[in-house]
Each structure stands twice: as C-alpha cells, then as structure tokens.
C-alpha cells in the first residue's frame, strides 16, 4: 500500500488516498511521486475510431494478446515469422510507454 498524495506533502491517511502498488512500483515511487495509477487500466480498454491498430481486434490477423499489447503477423515479413507487437495503450510516443 503506498499514498497517491504522500504524507509529508500534505497527503492524508483516509483510505481514498490510498493504492495497491506491486513491490516494484511501490520502492520506486517513494514519497517523490504523486502518479495516481488507479485509472491506469481503464487507458487499457479506450479505443479510437479511425485507428488502424483498433480496428485489428476481431480480424483474424492477432496471433496473441493480453490486457497489455497485442501480437500480429506482418503483412509485409523481413524474415519469416516476422510479426508485430502493438501496445494497446493509445500514446504520441513509445516513450510514453514507461512502467508505470
């Protein structure tokens, strides 16, 4: 369990500033981070009309995925076997793309 808004920055004890953090998350956070990451999994499930990488689920073309990304088979392979992974998560970046 770790604060969203940590305490010595003025963040109460009630239990909505709370969050369950993987150990990982949770000792790189610290008290330096007010990332609140309960809204995380639902930028997950957006999808945006127009967009190419959306409109692949339920095509036939995904060989494998998770809540995370999603695996297709190139149409155009540099090698065979060449496939695509594609992060569900919609970013300007890949950068964007850190752990939290």
Do not use: W
């Not at 998350?25 to 999808?47: E, I, P, V, W």
């Amino acid at each position: 369990m770790n604060h969203i808004i940590p305490r010595n920055q003025g963040g109460p004890d009630d239990l909505s500033n709370f969050q369950a953090l993987c150990f990982r998350c949770n000792a790189g956070k610290r008290d330096t981070d007010r990332t609140d990451f309960r809204g995380l999994l639902a930028s997950y499930q957006h999808r945006q009309e127009g967009c190419v990488f959306c409109a692949l689920e339920g095509s036939g073309r995904v060989l494998l995925e998770n809540e995370l990304a999603l695996c297709i088979a190139d149409a155009y392979p540099v090698s065979e076997g060449h496939s695509l992974v594609i992060p569900r998560r919609h970013v300007s970046d890949g950068l964007e793309l850190h752990q939290p």
